[in-house]
């Protein structure tokens, strides 16, 4: 069964402050994604990484840093908080073009 | 832009009835076409999925029919039960450069009613 944790499960952050969000698989794939989800706008995909040490931008990268420093962990980092990234962050793990294996999401509030 | 489109963005049936979900691409390269489900407070999980070489996929009282020409595909849940109340994500996925690309749809909420 894949497994794929994410830390904190909430997070209430203020506006200007540095947030980082974990995700961690036991799977050993090599793709690993982040996406926030919003009312009526599904999932959209922010960064993702084909392996260690590699990150690319997804589809709203702005705002968003990630790093991916092992095969098992990639975090996605705010910098300077904002209240339009108020959301809920879903981290994913795949090894083919077949299946993304979800974690169970981080609440982000920011005030 | 938004590449993959889902109808209606909520449902209601009945217990028993059949839900249809509807669901459409824009880019005629996609080639893979998976169904997630998710429930309140948890991650999306792959419910059923098909591949742009078929027009039909079953399993259970989950079937995916697939029309290439027209760009579209609908997910068709018979004998509906409580339990399969969720909301329901449609993507499309094709070969990118550097690897696979996924788009995600909106999704539908379904509500099965007893």
């Known amino acids: 069964e894949a497994a794929v944790t994410q830390s904190p499960r909430n997070k209430v952050a203020v506006t200007g402050g540095k947030v980082t969000l974990s995700c961690n698989q036991t799977n050993n794939h090599n793709n690993m994604y982040w996406y926030r989800q919003d009312t009526g706008h599904g999932l959209r995909l922010i960064h993702y990484s084909y392996g260690a040490g590699s990150t690319e931008k997804g589809d709203i990268p702005d705002g968003y840093k990630a790093s991916r420093p092992s095969q098992e962990n990639f975090s996605l980092i705010l910098e300077l908080a904002t209240p339009s990234q108020t959301s809920v962050y879903f981290c994913?793990?795949?090894?083919?073009?077949?299946?993304?294996?979800f974690g169970p999401g981080t609440r982000l509030l920011v005030l | 832009q938004q590449q993959v489109r889902q109808s209606p963005q909520s449902l209601t049936v009945w217990e028993g009835e059949t839900a249809i979900l509807n669901c459409s691409y824009e880019?005629?390269?996609?080639?893979?076409f998976p169904w997630y489900q998710q429930f309140p407070g948890e991650g999306p999980a792959l419910l059923i999925s098909i591949r742009s070489v078929s027009d039909k996929k079953e399993d259970g009282r989950f079937t995916i029919f697939f029309n290439k020409r027209e760009k579209k595909l609908s997910l068709h849940i018979t004998d509906s039960q409580p339990g399969d109340s969720a909301t329901y994500f449609c993507a499309a996925s094709a070969m990118g450069t550097g690897g696979y690309k996924v788009v995600f749809g909106s999704g539908t909420r379904l509500l099965v009613s007893p």
């Open positions: 994913a793990s795949g090894a083919r073009q077949d299946t993304q294996y």
């Open positions: 880019d005629s390269t996609f080639n893979y």
